[in-house]
Nanobody, 114 residues
Framework: QVQLVESGGGLVQPGGSLRLSCAAS????????MTWYRQNSEKERELVAV????????SYADSVKGRFTISRDNFKSTVYLQMNSLKPEDTAVYYC???????WGQGTQVTVSS
């Protein structure tokens, strides 16, 4: 069955960095665009980043543009989210998702606080 397992979250100070990973299994990873979403404490869900199947095409929410970078390794069936210059408003649970399919990971908590 499809499994998406996120890791890499944690507590970081404002201005710090984290790298999230999402390991995928149970489907042909290289055939699907992948996304990262986040959901804050008010339960607002936001699409953060999208990457196409080859990794050559990406797009970002305005709120993270220039600070976050999505990438993928099709040999490892893993998608990444490099997060730099983190702000308190980036605090959320981060999820990876297969674009166009209702497959989600369990999420990883990111907390940005001094």
């Amino acid at each position: 069955q499809v499994q998406l397992v996120e890791s890499g979250g944690g507590l970081v100070q404002p201005g710090g960095s984290l790298r999230l990973s999402c390991a995928a299994s149970g489907f042909t990873f290289s055939n699907y665009p992948m996304t990262w979403y986040r959901q804050n404490s008010e339960k607002e869900r936001e699409l953060v980043a999208v990457i196409n199947t080859s990794g050559a095409g990406t797009s970002y929410a305005d709120s993270v543009k220039g600070r976050f970078t999505i990438s993928r390794d099709n040999f490892k069936s893993t998608v990444y989210l490099q997060m730099n210059s983190l702000k308190p408003e980036d605090t959320a649970v981060y999820y990876c998702k297969v674009q166009g399919a209702d497959y989600w990971g369990q999420g990883t908590q990111v907390t940005v606080s001094s």
